[in-house]
């Protein structure tokens, strides 16, 4: 297997990307980031990918003039790149289906909950440290996930705990998790850059060293 080529989608102010760039500098993880698109023009994760040299991208859908034609232009940048693999780092749109169907199990998605609890359409950021404080959780956590075409329904390929103390509010949960989040996307993408990751009936399954 090459040497992963990833391609970063993010909206926000980008501490998954910048956790995975700082795992590729140190050596932990073998890969390349070679772009870094967002949805929003005043991303940190635009300014992050700037800052170390990285293709940094706007492509907004406002910008085109239909869904397809905005697919197709992520896809575009990620293919003029070489990109081979797909990181949706806090990416707060509903990736098409022709970078989904280009990338097929190739595209890590981080969730700041344990999946299948607390996901789909609506369920990011603060919403969903709300509702899990509000159900009266012990436990949160963290997926990361392969993308289908749905919001969060695809396999876990890491998942890990967070204890949800009794005095957490949604912000203080939030930042216990985003540590964990920051190891976890790197520990999966390394299984992906050892070509250690089988697939069979939706189960990963991570083959020894
Ligand atoms: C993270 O909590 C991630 O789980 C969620 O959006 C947030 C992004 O944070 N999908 P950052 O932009 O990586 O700092």
Do not use: W
Not at 38 to 44: F, L, Q, R, V, W
Not at 86 to 115: Q, W
Not at 147 to 169: A, F, H, I, N, R
């Amino acid at each position: 297997m090459d040497k992963l080529r990833i391609g970063v989608l993010a909206s926000g102010r980008g501490s998954n990307f910048e956790a995975i760039l700082r795992n590729i500098q140190s050596g932990y993880l073998n890969a390349i980031i070679v772009a870094v698109i967002s949805n929003k023009k005043n991303a940190g994760a635009l300014e992050i990918a700037r800052e170390n040299d990285i293709p940094a991208y706007f492509v907004s859908a406002k910008q085109y003039p239909d869904s397809h034609q905005f697919d197709a232009q992520i896809l575009r940048l990620l293919k003029q790149h070489d990109a081979n693999f797909v990181v949706l780092a806090g990416y707060l749109k509903m990736l098409g289906k022709n970078v989904i169907r280009n990338f097929k199990n190739r595209i890590l998605n981080i969730h700041p909950a344990l999946l299948p609890s607390f996901g789909g359409k609506g369920m990011y950021g603060h919403f969903v440290h709300e509702a899990v404080i509000s159900y009266g959780c012990k436990v949160s956590g963290v997926t990361v996930h392969l993308v289908d075409e749905e919001y969060d329904t695809g396999p876990p390929v890491v998942q890990k705990c967070v204890s949800v103390l009794d005095d957490d509010t949604p912000q203080s949960l939030a930042a216990r998790v985003l540590e964990v989040e920051h190891q976890a996307f790197s520990e999966a993408l390394k299984f992906f850059a050892e070509n250690r990751v089988e697939i069979h009936n939706r189960r990963v399954r991570i083959k020894p060293n």
